[in-house]
């Protein structure tokens, strides 16, 4: 009798992991493990503040789609975004088609949406499971969901023809829609400002939490310069170097003498063949500006990180200096067709 009620109990743990447990990692180069233990093979690893979506629990691992991790350096998941489907949609145990469906939730269901899969950035982690992140959008002015996904969200993230955000300058636009700290932006999708203007100018792109996209989207919302690409720091590196609204200033040395707010600091050819194509993008945009936004803040810069960040405010990093880190400055008028691409008034704090 009591082996019965072990197993119903480990029973009803397992579907109860299923049902909706997301863990956030604590440590920093978490072990993935094929068993739930120490002496089964490594296949992977995950890092501090990626989401996971549990299948279930063994003995104090936790198993994933991936493998098994130790619960030790778990939490459970907090500050979920509230995201809404905008199409009949299947929730799935991992991250791929080929995984087995736990649910399919109607069009316009509202769910908790964590942050993007570490593996494979265009599947989001929800409570409900792994879902493409393609059919998902965030939602906007706090609505219930129901068939439209909120009651005044649309597509433009709440647009009302009302300009509540000053975006006239490059440096004023990332400011607007930055959170406050570079740990704010850690995990998420960005603030409800950032989220609608990106959504707006780039429909339809995924990625959120990414260098290239956080300085894009203020450039080219700004009315500077509509051609400025997306992609990786390569191309944008290049598009620089070769556009003429764009005038090379010199390598960044941590002098910010050198540096005007706008400007932007990026990583060179010689620097991405030295650390085997790794680049990074951020935008100067000076304290005195961001203090407006954060009177307590000594940031400097705005930036976002691939599957790690969107864009915050934050200082700079001794990583910069000299090594081969590159300064554009814009030097064309703010007339741009995509300064109007959103007006509205999300909010750049939240």
């Known amino acids: 009798m009591r082996i019965v009620l072990l197993f119903i109990t480990l029973l009803i743990n397992a579907i109860f992991v299923?049902?909706?447990?997301?863990?956030?990692?604590?440590?920093?180069?978490?072990?993935?493990?094929?068993g739930p233990g120490v002496n089964n093979n490594k296949v992977g690893i995950l890092k501090k503040n990626q989401f996971i979506y549990a299948i279930s629990e063994t003995n104090g691992w936790v198993k994933f789609y991936k493998g098994y991790v130790s619960k030790k350096y778990l939490a459970s998941a907090t500050g979920a975004v509230k995201y809404v489907t905008n199409a009949n949609l299947n929730f799935r145990t991992g991250p791929s088609t080929n995984y087995k469906i736990i649910t399919t939730l109607k069009k316009g269901t509202v769910i908790n949406y964590y942050g993007r899969d570490p593996f494979t950035n265009s599947w989001a982690v929800t409570n409900r499971g792994y879902a493409s992140a393609s059919y998902l959008k965030k939602q906007i002015g706090g609505g219930t969901g129901g068939?439209?996904?909120?009651?005044?969200?649309?597509?433009?993230?709440g647009s009302t023809g009302k300009?509540?955000?000053?975006?006239?300058?490059?440096?004023?636009?990332?400011?607007?829609?930055?959170?406050?700290?570079?740990?704010?932006?850690?995990?998420?999708d960005g603030t409800k400002l950032y989220h609608a203007v990106k959504d707006a100018i780039f429909p339809g792109d995924i990625y959120y939490q990414s260098c290239d996209r956080?300085?894009?989207t203020a450039v080219r919302w700004s009315g500077a310069d509509d051609s400025f690409p997306v992609g990786d720091t390569t191309t944008q590196d290049n598009y620089l170097k070769n556009s003429s609204k764009w005038t090379f200033i010199g390598t960044y040395d941590q002098n910010y003498s050198k540096l005007k707010p706008g400007d932007i600091v990026i990583t060179s050819k010689q620097r991405r063949i030295k650390y085997k194509g790794h680049g990074h993008i951020v935008l100067y945009v000076g304290n005195a500006l961001i203090k407006k936004k954060y009177p307590n803040s000594s940031a400097e810069f705005v930036s976002a990180s691939y599957q790690e960040r969107s864009p915050g405010c934050g200082q700079n990093k001794s990583s910069f200096k000299g090594d081969g880190y590159h300064i554009y400055r814009y030097n064309g008028n703010y007339n741009g067709s995509q300064k109007n691409k959103y007006k509205g008034c999300a909010s750049g704090t939240s």
């Open 214 to 216: 956080g300085v894009a």
């Open 147 to 157: 068939s439209t996904g909120g009651s005044t969200g649309g597509s433009t993230g």
């Open 163 to 188: 300009d509540c955000n000053n975006h006239s300058t490059i440096a004023e636009a990332a400011v607007a829609y930055a959170w406050g700290t570079l740990d704010k932006g850690k995990g998420n």
């Open 18 to 34: 299923l049902s909706g447990t997301v863990y956030k990692v604590t440590a920093g180069g978490l072990n993935i493990r094929s």
